[in-house]
């Protein structure tokens, strides 16, 4: 009996453990499928009859490929219009690449970005940078303002934010950091959470501009009503942008002014005595 030898199809009803090449046999599948991606990028929309004689390969090859790049959402179809009289049973249908399907051969979005900026520099100046990542920031959180800044302390309105940014494809989430849990804190002891964005879809373009970074970043602690800090950032090479949001427990966002004038009863107090409970005497 003749074996065929094409990648799609040798071997392709072997079990796995009875074929010693199935990594070689998984990498052509996936070329042959950047081969029919690429065919309907450039000659699209197409049948899939016509996508197996452009290649060489079986419409059944082909049609296995075909519903994989519609599963992932990389292609979709249509109707073929009709020629002719209107025959019996379902009318042909195209293949052409989506959005995502086409983004598998690269966008030129980041380098064009780039340059608009960089033109945007060099002929209304720094300020007008300023102005421009200061508005991208603003219609980036401001449709959630009011989800982000209902909580009354930072820790919660770092959560809400975190949220936010993931509805907007960051990625992003929160944690907390220091001796324990908020809830587990002495009433006045510090502590703090971290805004972690683990996707910046304008990291190529902050690396050149950092004042996309540092409008967020006000952003954001206007956002949570506390004095924040930058730790990290995907565009200097960090695997997430890393924000310190500091947060004392039991503290609202914006906390009522207090006296500054000592109890009488730590006044009457040595400087030691007043910083150990029961004035450092035995218990």
């Known amino acids: 009996m003749k074996k065929t030898a094409t990648g799609d199809q040798a071997g392709g009803d072997l079990p796995r453990a ?30 899939a009859v016509v996508v197996a004689e452009q290649l060489g390969i079986s419409p059944t090859a082909v049609r296995r490929h075909l519903d994989a790049l519609l599963a992932d959402g990389e292609a979709e179809t249509r109707d073929a219009p009709r020629r002719g009289p209107r025959g019996r049973g379902r009318p042909a249908k195209l293949f052409l690449l989506t959005e995502p399907g086409r983004a598998r051969f690269g966008h030129a979005y980041d380098d064009l970005a780039v340059s608009a900026i960089r033109f945007l520099a060099e002929h209304a100046g720094e300020d007008a940078v300023r102005a421009f990542a200061e508005q991208r920031i603003e219609k980036l959180v401001g449709p959630h303002r009011s989800a982000i800044t209902g909580p009354g302390d930072p820790a919660a309105r770092a959560e809400a934010l975190a949220t936010a940014l993931s509805r907007e494809g960051y990625a992003a989430s929160t944690r907390q950091i220091g001796a324990g849990a908020l809830e587990k804190q002495a009433p006045g002891q510090n502590t703090g959470a971290q805004l972690c964005q683990h996707h910046c879809p304008v990291a190529h373009v902050a690396a050149e501009f950092p004042q996309l970074c540092e409008a967020e970043t006000e952003a954001f602690a206007k956002l949570l009503g506390t004095h924040v800090q930058r730790l990290a950032t995907i565009a200097r090479g960090d695997s997430a942008c890393t924000t310190h949001v500091p947060v004392t427990a039991g503290q609202p966002a914006h906390p009522e002014p207090v006296s500054t004038e000592p109890p009488r009863a730590a006044q009457l107090r040595s400087p030691e005595e007043a910083r150990i409970p029961n004035g450092g005497k035995p218990a």
């Open 18 to 47: 009875a074929h010693p090449h199935v990594p070689s046999q998984v990498s052509a599948e996936g070329k042959t499928r950047q081969e029919v991606a690429r065919l309907l990028l450039e000659q699209g929309p197409m049948t």
